[in-house]
Antibody, heavy 123, light 107 residues
Framework: QLQLQESGPGLVKPSETLSLTCTVS??????????WGWIRQPPGKGLEWIGS???????YYNPSLKSRVTISVDTSKDQFSLRLSSVTAADTTVYYC???????????????WGQGTLVTVSS | DIQMTQSPSSVSASVGDRVTITCRAS??????LAWYQQKPGKAPKLLIY???SLQSGVPSRFSGSGSGTDFTLTISSLQPEDFATYYC?????????FGGGTKVEIK
């Protein structure tokens, strides 16, 4: 059973860059079985997909955030990372990492999730 | 982007009740839809994928149906542990999008 765990600062200053890492255990990012995604959820609100990456480095981003988002993968560490630049208070949310199946060949779904980490944007 | 609209936004029900939640896509998505359950302070949990396929380990009282633009999640007999918020997610195209959620509350 895959396990995912987010890590990173819980507090980021406005205009700076938010950086989070997701560590995968119980399986290998390089297995090719999954894509690796980031989803966020403002407190008390709904879910927003940020983007996803495959172990090869192929990325898919939400156009609403694309100009500010970079997702990368480190297969040697079984980790993938999120960078969100020029943050504002609107980026204060819980960030989840999750695995999902191939969306081009299946009805892709997020079947393994991290516990989530709250990131607050404040000076 | 494909917009996902859930209704109702909240429902009050009793243990043992049958509960139905609807999700409508702004354009046809075939059967490419998933349902999740989320409890306070926890990550969402996958219940249903491909509109009607039950995720391993999920109780059979949960079922999904629909195709095209209209989908339904049904809980056949509500249990105490089912009080939570439920989300649909379309898997037809990027960007992946979620419905706004339906909160199932205790009557």
């Amino acid at each position: 059973q895959l396990q995912l765990q987010e890590s990173g600062p819980g507090l980021v200053k406005p205009s700076e860059t938010l950086s989070l890492t997701c560590t995968v255990s119980g399986g290998s990012i390089s297995s090719g079985s999954y894509y690796w995604g980031w989803i966020r959820q403002p407190p008390g609100k709904g879910l927003e997909w940020i983007g996803s990456i495959y172990y090869s480095g192929s990325t898919y981003y939400n156009p609403s955030l694309k100009s500010r988002v970079t997702i990368s993968v480190d297969t040697s560490k079984d980790q993938f990372s999120l960078r969100l630049s020029s943050v504002t208070a609107a980026d204060t949310t819980v960030y989840y990492c999750a695995s999902h199946t191939d969306c081009s060949t299946t009805s892709c779904r997020f079947d393994n999730w991290g516990q989530g980490t709250l990131v607050t944007v404040s000076s | 982007d494909i917009q996902m609209t859930q209704s109702p936004s909240s429902v009050s029900a009793s243990v043992g009740d049958r509960v139905t939640i609807t999700c409508r896509a702004s354009q046809g998505i075939g059967s490419w839809l998933a349902w999740y359950q989320q409890k306070p302070g926890k990550a969402p949990k996958l219940l249903i994928y491909a509109a009607s396929s039950l995720q391993s380990g999920v109780p059979s009282r949960f079922s999904g149906s629909g195709s095209g633009t209209d989908f339904t999640l049904t809980i056949s007999s509500l249990q105490p542990e089912d009080f939570a918020t439920y989300y649909c997610q379309q898997a037809n195209s990027f960007p992946l999008t979620f419905g706004g959620g339906t909160k199932v509350e205790i009557k």
